[in-house]
Every structure is written in C-alpha cells, then in structure tokens.
C-alpha cells in the first residue's frame, strides 16, 4: 500500500450543508479495454483524460518505467499479457461490473466525515486494476482502489500468497474503510518513527480507525487501541475529531 503525493487534480465542489454524492471513475475499464484488445484509443484515453492515474499506475505501483519512457505503451502491455493478470482483469469486470453499492456507502461515509472534519475536501475517486500489490493509492485529491486486492478471501490467486488474516481483508466490504483510512492518513500522517515509539503510533492508529468506524456507522475496526480512542472520546466531552488526529498519543 502507498501514499502518493505531489500529483495535482481538480477537487469536486462540496458543501458543509449538503450530502457528498460520489462517483467511482471506472478508469479500471477503459485499462482492461486496451490491455485486452490493443484498442489504441483506450491508451490515448488514460494519457489523456487520466494523466495522474496512469503516471501512478505505471511508476508508483506496477514500476514499470517512467510514463514519459518511448517504450512504456509496450512495457505496460507486455507486463499484462501473463496468463495470471489476463484471468485477473476477467476477474475483476466479472465482480465489479456493479459497483453503485460502493458509491453509497462512500457517499455517506463520507457525509459523516465531512460532519466531524468540515474543512476536509472530498477526492476524486477512481477503480483501477494493479498487480496484486497495493490496495488503495493517495494523491493530491485522488484516491485510487486497487481493485485486484478486494476479490473475496476465498480468490483463487490469494490462497497461495497471503495470510489467512491477510485474506480477511481482502474483500468487498473493505474497500470503503481502506479508503477512507488511508485517505485520512495522507492529511493527518502517522508518527514518525524518530519522534514517537511503536506504542504512540499503534495509538495514533487506533485513532484513525475509530474515525473511520464513525464514519462508515459500523465497527470495522476492534482492536485495544480503538477502543482507547473511544474512551479519550468519550471521556473528553469537549474534544473534537480534529483534535484527536491533531494530538499526539502519550
């Protein structure tokens, strides 16, 4: 999983008083589109209209050149053509040809997050296919969803290459969490390690998570140090969510 920063994009317009409506930018399509079919204008679309998408997916998460590279189309095409991507690309069209359900649960959880953080602004957020590797991708106003990395725990492809914890999280029901955690972690960046022990930013952690449990309505999180937000929470009547990011755990 990655944090990119340093890209620019355009934010979508938001209101305190009114509820987010997002959008998932089915980028992974148009991708899919020209990996399994050569389509020339499919490539022209994800340098064109998706500029940072596609510098990401190529630099920052397949690491297959720089995207201004004379041979990168080739690189990115070849790189794909392994029997294991080719199912996986099926794969994800198969499981996500739909994914409205997706764009509620963001729509709202964001809205609840915009209630406790009302300054924070609200991403663009797209779907792309990786390799297996990072699960969500930040930058400057865009989150990305891997969706390779949210096929069910019982994936095939899995079952030889991560945990069985691992696995867990590897599902539908988690894309909006993650988004919204790592979302959260690129405004308010954990602890580093020079200022802060394994304790404090295990804490600082559970705080992020406790956010992001408030903000979907649901506990997706449970660990000892959520439960200790709660209670800073709860035992701090004056304190606001901005505050618990902002402070540092003892």
């Known amino acids: 999983m990655i944090i990119c920063v340093g890209c620019e994009w355009q934010l979508k317009p938001s209101s305190d008083s009114e509820n987010v409506s997002i959008t998932v930018d089915r980028y992974d399509?148009?991708?899919?589109?020209?990996?399994?079919?050569g389509d020339y204008s499919a490539l022209q679309q994800m340098n064109t209209i998706y500029p940072m998408q596609t510098r990401m997916l190529f630099e920052d998460i397949l690491h297959i050149g720089k995207v201004d590279s004379p041979d990168i189309n080739v690189r990115f095409h070849t790189f794909f053509q392994d029997s294991t991507l080719q199912v996986l690309l099926r794969d994800v069209q198969k499981q996500y040809g739909e994914m409205s359900d997706i764009e509620s649960e963001l729509s709202a959880?964001?809205?609840?997050?915009k209630e406790d953080l009302p300054s924070i602004e609200i991403p663009q957020i797209y779907a792309q296919v990786g390799s297996f590797d990072q699960s969500i991708v930040v930058g400057s106003g865009i989150v990305g969803i891997s969706l390779d990395k949210y096929l069910g725990a019982d994936y095939p492809f899995y079952q030889n290459h991560y945990s069985e914890s691992e696995r867990k999280m590897m599902v539908r029901s988690m894309i909006v969490p993650d988004c919204l955690g790592f979302y959260l972690l690129s405004i308010y960046p954990m602890p580093s390690r020079e200022t802060s022990n394994i304790m404090?930013?295990?804490?600082y952690m559970g705080r992020i998570q406790w956010v992001v449990n408030k903000a979907v309505g649901r506990k997706v999180f449970d660990s000892s140090f959520v439960i200790g937000a709660g209670k800073l929470m709860s035992g701090n009547k004056q304190m606001t969510v901005q505050q618990l990011l902002t402070t540092a755990p003892l």
């Open 29 to 37: 399509r148009i991708e899919t589109l020209y990996l399994t079919t």
């Open 200 to 203: 404090q930013r295990s804490a």
């Open 109 to 113: 959880a964001f809205t609840r997050l």
